[in-house]
């Protein structure tokens, strides 16, 4: 009976001599553990910012490329690919304020319209894009179309024709289309605009 007493005193000195210094080590573990947890989810959101980043950056080179293609296009006289931009159930007003629906339609009046607008000298360019993200799948696009040495009505060349540009573009599948397109002739500034006043 004497033993057993002397071995208890013992052993609970053991125990708690070898249980304190643990006792640090757990209270760290828990710090520890978060905080490399927070370091996963920064790098997570960190990796999800930066792959967001990227797909916009590429959507919006995507959505820039239909103004590119449509004014190159026009260029060409290519009606056919003038109207590709276009979603097929699409639509488009133009400057002189016809309303176009569909590619079918687009084409049809695409064609006469290129014949005698462009000469060899005609020059189209899109810049000014303001491109903003509406959904994932849905911008709206606001941009300047700039027309240089096309034929008027008259068959005299103008040396420059500003068209203000607006369009709400779709993502189809993999690819991006202008559901709606709005072409109004830009307004000339007044003329005494860049007087220099004395």
């Keep these: 009976m004497k ?6 005193p013992a052993l609970i000195a053991i125990h708690t001599t070898d249980s304190g210094p643990e006792r640090p080590k757990s209270a760290l573990r828990g710090p520890m553990q978060r905080l490399g947890l927070a370091f996963i989810a920064c790098m997570l959101v960190i990796g999800a910012t ?10 919006e080179t995507a959505v820039r490329a239909l103004g590119d293609t449509f004014a190159n296009a026009f260029v060409q006289k290519n009606a056919e690919l003038r109207a590709s931009v276009f979603a097929e159930d699409g639509t488009f007003v133009t400057p002189q304020g016809d309303f176009l629906q569909g590619r079918v339609a687009m ?25 903003r993200f509406i959904k ?5 696009v606001d941009a300047l179309l700039t027309v240089r040495n096309v034929n008027g009505p ?12 607006f369009f709400v573009a779709v993502r189809r599948t993999d690819r ?7 072409a109004h002739f830009a307004a000339a500034p007044p003329s005494n605009m860049f007087r220099s006043s004395k």
Excluded at 50 to 59: C, E, F, L, V, W
Excluded at 154 to 165: A, E, H, L, W
């Design 136 to 140: 994932r799948d849905v911008a709206i």
């Design 50 to 59: 930066g792959t967001a980043r990227a797909d916009k950056t590429r959507d």
């Design 154 to 165: 008259d068959g005299r060349s103008s040396p420059q024709i500003p068209v203000n540009f």
């Design 3 to 8: 033993t057993s007493h002397t071995y208890r």
């Design 107 to 131: 084409v049809k009046d695409f064609g006469p319209e290129a014949q005698q607008a462009v000469n060899g000298t005609t020059q189209a360019a899109f810049s000014n894009y303001r491109i």
């Design 176 to 182: 991006w289309l202008i559901q709606d397109g709005r």
